[in-house]
């Protein structure tokens, strides 16, 4: 398994942009899908987007459509997650996870980074 750190959150105003990294830790880091999921207070975790081993599929919540942007980069293990014209309902803590080529569960989870932003 891989150990995943996130980092990037922060308190801004409704519009700005956030960049979110995620480093995984070890050397199979192209053999996992990577997806970013978030938890609002008081809701269930939700999908937010996701990237395949090579960075040539992605795929999106549909609040998320449009504003946000996955991607990776394998020769640096780290998966980001570029966050545009942010809204009050974006408020959450964020995840990344990773999921093996083999696997069917995303089995490796960070420990989340809170994103706030004002109205």
């Known amino acids: 398994q891989v150990q995943l750190v996130e980092s990037g959150g922060g308190l801004v105003q409704a519009g700005d942009s956030l960049r979110l990294s995620c480093a995984a830790s070890?050397?199979?880091?192209?053999?996992?899908?990577m997806g970013w999921f978030r938890q609002a207070p008081g809701k269930e975790r939700e999908f937010v987007a996701a990237?395949?081993?090579?960075?040539?599929?992605?795929n999106y919540a549909d609040s998320v459509k449009g504003r946000f942007t996955i991607a990776r980069d394998n020769a640096k293990n780290t998966v980001y997650l570029q966050m545009n014209s942010l809204k009050p309902e974006d408020t959450a803590v964020y995840y990344c996870?990773?999921?093996?080529?083999?696997?069917?569960?995303?089995?490796?989870w960070g420990q989340g980074t809170q994103v706030t932003v004002s109205s």
């Open positions: 990237i395949n081993q090579s960075g040539s599929s992605t």
């Open positions: 996870a990773a999921r093996h080529m083999f696997g069917t569960t995303y089995s490796s």
């Open positions: 070890g050397r199979t880091f192209s053999t996992y899908a």
